[in-house]
């Protein structure tokens, strides 16, 4: 029997439990539509949450033939829809690519030297990690490459200072990967970081053995090697570097070249390959009145279970298959309706759980200035909580819209959950990326309303291949899809929601 089979009973143990706290709990929502239209959607959102959850789509990662399927069942349905194309460009009617490189580390190679002291770094002691296929850097004496310690980084360090060294970096235990970034943008050939034991070059080394994905755009071309203090403290000497060390915390201490040759190989796993945000829309009455933005992310981690496992797929059902279903209802439905003043767009993003890449893309190159989107709308695990359960707002505070839907959560007959649970997940979903840029961006989902009804399926159900479409629930779905079909409706009016800095007609 496999683990997966032996973790079920509990995990339904545990769903029964949470639904029962929450039916007891939960307040019956206002009937915004009848019973029978509610059976339909019902349906329909089970349908597309089926296909796109399926084994044949294969997880849906970026880059695999899961992506083409997905990409391919999405187009089919925008059509059916009677979405146009939101792209801007008439070369690609859906479809807007997005460049990724992928790297996982493979080898790599250490060695340091002081005069005749010479050591090649034992594998415990030390690390280097590139995202080329191979890096090589040579530096210290008779290289021409300077070696140049620069202590914690943290005071001034002049781009004059480093051009084309080799950087000699203290770091800490969980080093800030954005400092240790700093260097490489100053144009340093490679960045040597200490690190206080082997025991935080093992951490280190389990947290990079995944691959790795970025936008081609944005990758640094880095080499970055980990060494132990002691390592390092047998070639340069204890006392040696025990005064460097003294002396980079000193009020004046400026960067300085030292004695010591360094050697860094290392190779990567590399690949480069283009995935695709799909985008579509429904075009306003009224042009240049703003727009309106409607996103959930289409991919999900493909094979993740472990090597072993008879169920490897992670099909990712709530993970972002409740999203994209509710985002196809949520357009159908505005599509069949009145016709709106503002354009609708909805964008299906690549890579968000390799880091929000997808709507980083799009915020690098959006179909319409970010300025005249009035109003984005995340939809991200949606398939968790019965009807009536609270709204978890994601990004409650941080836009103008907050009178609105509050208001019109409460219009609804539904409350706001937990504000502290709402609140951790703001930089983890595709929101903050446009948040970020100044778009007003919220997340509002029944899923992140409660802990009873997130947190079992965070500890038994996300990132694994448990989360299948047999026994989602979808009452919480059905009222957060109704929910933003109002606010849509009501952001796409000017003359109900005037653009910030404009007056109402």
């Known amino acids: 029997m496999s683990e997966l089979a032996n973790r079920a009973p509990a995990r339904l143990l545990i769903a029964l439990l949470a639904s029962l706290l929450l039916a007891a709990c939960a307040r019956a929502p206002v009937a915004s539509v009848p019973v029978s239209e509610r059976v339909l959607i019902e349906e329909r959102l089970r349908a597309d ?19 083409e ?8 349905r925008f059509a059916e829809i009677g979405l146009l194309s939101g792209t801007g460009d008439p070369g690609s009617y859906w479809r807007a690519p997005v460049d990724l490189v992928s790297a996982r580390p493979l080898t790599s190679k250490l060695q340091l030297a002081r005069g005749r002291n010479a050591l090649t770094v034992p594998e415990e002691d030390g ?8 890096a090589l850097a040579a530096g210290g004496p008779a290289t021409g490459v300077p070696v140049v310690f620069v202590g914690t980084g943290e005071g001034p360090v002049s781009p004059d200072n480093v051009a084309g060294a080799v950087v000699v970096l203290l770091g800490a235990d969980g080093p800030d990967l954005a400092r240790m970034a700093e260097p490489f943008r100053d144009r340093a050939t490679a960045v040597l970081t200490v690190l206080p034991d082997t025991a935080a070059i093992a951490r280190l080394r389990r947290a990079n053995e995944v691959e ?8 640094v071309d880095t080499l970055g090697a980990y060494v132990t203090d002691a390592a ?9 570097w025990k ?3 003294a002396r980079s915390r000193e009020a004046d201490f400026t960067p300085i070249e030292i004695q010591l040759a360094i050697s860094i190989d290392a190779a990567a796993d590399r690949r480069e ?7 579509g829309a429904i075009p306003g009455t009224v042009p240049g009145s703003g727009a309106l933005l409607v996103l959930a992310h289409w991919d999900h981690l493909g094979e993740c279970g472990p090597p072993e496992a008879a169920d490897r797929i992670c099909n990712g059902a709530v993970d972002n298959a409740s999203g994209l279903a509710v985002m196809l209802e949520l357009a159908r439905r505005l599509k069949d309706g009145p016709p709106m003043e503002r354009d609708v767009y909805f964008l299906a993003t690549t890579a968000e759980e390799a880091g929000l890449l997808g709507t980083r893309a799009f915020a690098r190159n959006p179909p319409v200035p970010l300025d005249d989107i009035v109003a984005a709308f995340n939809l991200d695990m949606l398939a968790l909580a019965p009807a009536g359960a609270p709204v978890g707002f994601v990004g409650e505070g941080r836009t103008a819209l907050d009178p609105l839907i509050l208001a019109e959560i409460a219009r609804s007959g539904r409350s706001t959950g937990d504000k502290a649970l709402a609140e951790s997940f703001v930089p983890r979903q595709d929101g903050w990326v446009l948040l970020d840029k100044g778009v007003p961006a919220v997340l509002l989902s029944s899923a992140f309303g409660s802990r009873a009804v997130l947190n079992p399926f965070l500890q038994d159900g996300y990132h694994d291949p448990s989360d299948q479409a047999e026994g989602i629930a ?3 779905a059905i009222d957060d899809l109704l929910l933003h079909e109002v606010l849509v409706r009501i952001l796409a009016d000017p003359a109900r929601y005037p653009a910030p800095g404009t007056v109402a007609p």
């Open 127 to 134: 690390v280097a990690f590139t995202r080329r296929r191979r």
């Open 49 to 67: 949450i089926a296909t796109l959850a399926s084994d044949e789509f294969g997880g849906r990662k970026p880059g695999t033939a899961g992506e």
């Open 69 to 76: 399927r997905t990409l391919t069942f999405l187009e089919q």
């Open 232 to 240: 390092l403290a047998k070639v340069l000497g204890e006392a040696n």
């Open 212 to 219: 790795r994905i970025e936008l081609a755009v944005e990758e």
């Open 243 to 245: 005064r460097l060390k």
């Open 273 to 279: 390959f283009t995935s695709n945000n799909l985008v």
């Open 474 to 476: 979808l009452g919480g």
